[in-house]
């Protein structure tokens, strides 16, 4: 091999060194690198963890790359830890949706705390911090759940009813019809047709361009604060 020879293997050594750093920074930097008109939605998924049918979610969903956010019921838990410590080290983000699923409108400061300071423990055991977010069961807030909540209500804006139809391509097609910058979609990830929905909605929503975040990402990027008490069904612009 000549001089010129070597020359030329040097150089494309050196661009596959600085082609592969490239991507491997833009897939750190992931959510920094989100461009300002680009449209982002946030699926959330609530009543799990439950072992048959998360696993399979958080599967589909690492293929595809993207996270969402989890509202969690404290008393799934035990014995589910390890699926909660996978969204944690997956990108995920996790919240509280109460103990035992009950209604958190009329409890007195006991009760409320029996259900949400509850599953904060239960759930900073699992991950080793805290700082969750809150979705009231059914959406049901009155003045005690604003004023007890140390952490913002996270309600939605897009809510197919899957676990009223089971059936994937009805709750798909509910979805990516209206999804819009924004929007916060519910979902049950405790229904094997609603993980169906959900991969088979990032799939449509790729397509047309839409990004998936988490809803602290979506707050971030559109410099909305999350003030705890306060409710925010979207982050429409
Ligand atoms: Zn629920």
């Known amino acids: 091999m000549g001089k010129k020879g070597k020359l030329c293997v040097l150089l494309l050594a050196l661009a596959l060194v600085f082609w ?3 991507e491997e920074l833009t897939a750190v930097d992931g959510p920094a690198e989100i461009a300002g008109d680009q449209p982002l939605v946030a699926l959330t998924f609530d009543d799990g963890p439950r072992r048959s049918t998360t ?3 958080l599967d589909g969903l690492a293929e595809r790359g993207v996270p969402a956010t989890f509202f969690l019921i404290g008393e799934l838990v035990p014995g ?8 944690e080290e997956e990108g995920h983000q996790i919240g509280i949706h109460t103990y035992d699923h009950v209604q958190l409108t009329g409890l007195n400061a006991a009760d409320f705390s029996a259900q949400v300071d509850r599953t904060e423990n239960v759930l900073a055991q699992a991950v080793g911090h805290g700082g969750f977010a809150l979705r009231p069961p059914y959406g049901l807030i009155d003045n005690g759940v604003e004023k007890r909540s140390g952490s913002a209500l996270i309600l939605w804006s897009i809510d197919p009813e899957d676990w009223k139809y089971k059936d994937a391509d009805r709750v798909a097609e509910h979805i990516v019809s209206r999804a819009a910058d924004g929007d916060v979609i519910l979902l049950h990830d405790i229904y094997p047709t609603s993980v169906a929905a959900a991969l088979q909605v990032v799939d449509r929503l790729h397509e047309k361009g839409f990004l998936f975040v988490t809803v602290e990402e979506m707050a971030r990027q559109r410099h909305v604060e999350l003030v705890p008490g306060q409710v925010y069904r979207s982050f429409c612009p």
Not at 80 to 87: A, I, P, S, T, Y
């Open 80 to 87: 589910n830890e390890d699926l909660v410590q996978r969204m």
């Open 55 to 57: 696993g399979e979610l």
């Open 20 to 22: 592969t750093r490239g």
